[in-house]
């Protein structure tokens, strides 16, 4: 417990200090530890059932405060992003289309399931709404004139309510808490207020109670009673007691390391799993259903460890050395990456869009903190084809368009209009030259000029 009460105020505290008044990647990392490692170590202190042997749920607390602090200290200030001046806005025509984009894709989705097509509650379907309502959040936030208290704001709010209402299916909470965290991300981006973080750690409770209760009320759905005895936080809090199971595993030679092999289902996620080899492993979380319940495994049921869990599945404690770069090397790439896309809004048509992208990868950390690698990739990559369609939209809009070389044509080929303006300018060129020579300067010849003008063929000339 008393392990548990450390992570949670410091990884608080990281969250609240890392990035000023603007929430980070590495603030989000440090805030779901504080959940997933703190809160999750307090609770099972305070449970009477040991499902591990002593001592080693403690253990796990220690070894992920050593790798928090380890990777805060390798990366704080190069993925920092210190409070600066407001953030330049992106043309407004690129900042509408967004928003439209958004609003059609959030409309499209509810006439699809309202309508019963078979495709609308798939899990690629609520992707593409978490993609949606971040591209309409991000249109209305970062125009010039949005202030912080004004109607976009409530607006974009409005879009994650409707979201959270309407299109979530009940499972997968931590997406809920993804796109509340790119809102976050965005919102502090254009107004970097230290309140709007205190205020996040102040409803963080509510919310958890909230996303509880909305858990119960799912399980009841599928069946009365199945709520029984059930905090609806299970999920929450296992992650931390399942670390200390994976290291009393190894501890013991129950079971020996995966030596990265577990990384190699997230290239394969994109593979249809007919066509995938036989060697390619399942995700982690399949995998670690052997220390929990053996009988379940293959079933299709997973539970999860922390990405801490992960590296020491696969390298034991050599693994928690091997995070620190990775994850450390993960953060400072994502945040400077929104960073500059930040300050290239106002002078980049494609600016906005990688702004949405590096906020959707940062505010999916909590899917990274709570399960590992596999989970964070995949519900990426989920998102991802909505802001390539709008890549392609915004390409086609601001192409370039080729002029014609009409200078190198045939004059007889071109129009009369326009060959009788190149015939005026070729004479007046020509006047202009006699009063020169008149005047006692000397005739340049077309060497000496830099950039000579056309001059029309004597065919085209009046005084032929």
Sequence with gaps: MALGVVAVLYGTWAFLSH?????????????????????????EGLDPLARTSAGYV???????????????????RKASSAEAETPGTPPIQGARLITRLGAAGIVAVFIAQRAGLPF??????????????????????????????????????????????????????????????????????????????????????????????????YQESLNPGASEGRTGLESMLSPIRLFGQIIEAIDVSALTPS???????VPFAVVPEQLQPDWVPPALGYQLVALVDAGRLGSGYSVVGT??????????????????????????????????SLTDLASKPY????????????????????????????????????LILLIAILWFTNRPVRQPQLWNRDPKLLPSALRDRLAGEAHADASCGRARVRRGHPRLSPADTPHPRPVASPAASPRS
């Design 120 to 217: 609308a509650d798939l899990g690629v379907v609520d992707a593409a709404v978490f993609a949606s309502v971040t591209l309409f959040a991000a249109g209305l936030i970062f125009r010039e004139d949005t202030e912080l208290a004004s109607r976009r704001v409530l607006y974009a709010l409005g879009a994650f309510v409707l979201y959270a209402t309407v299109f979530h299916q009940g499972t997968g909470r931590l997406r809920l808490v993804a796109l509340a965290c790119v809102l976050g991300l965005l919102l502090t981006a254009r107004f970097p207020y230290r309140g709007i973080k205190w205020a996040a750690v102040a409803v963080t409770p509510l919310a958890v109670w909230w996303l509880a209760q909305d858990r119960l009320d």
């Design 351 to 386: 600016a906005l869009v990688s702004l949405v992208f590096w906020a959707m990868l940062a505010g999916g950390i909590a899917d990274l903190a709570w399960s590992g690698t596999h989970t964070w990739a995949v519900r990426q990559l989920s998102r991802l084809p909505l």
């Design 58 to 76: 403690s253990a796990a607390i220690t070894l992920a405060l050593v790798v928090q602090l380890l990777v805060n200290q390798a990366s704080w």
């Design 19 to 43: 990035g000023h008044g603007r929430i980070t990647a590495l603030g989000l990392f440090n805030f779901a530890f504080a959940l997933f490692v703190g809160v999750g170590g307090i609770s």
């Design 259 to 265: 030596w990265g092999t577990t990384f190699l289902s």
């Design 307 to 340: 990405v801490y869990g992960e590296w020491y599945w696969n390298f034991g404690s050599l693994g928690l050395l091997l995070a620190v770069p990775v994850l450390s090397w993960l953060f400072i790439a994502v945040d400077s990456r929104f960073r500059r």
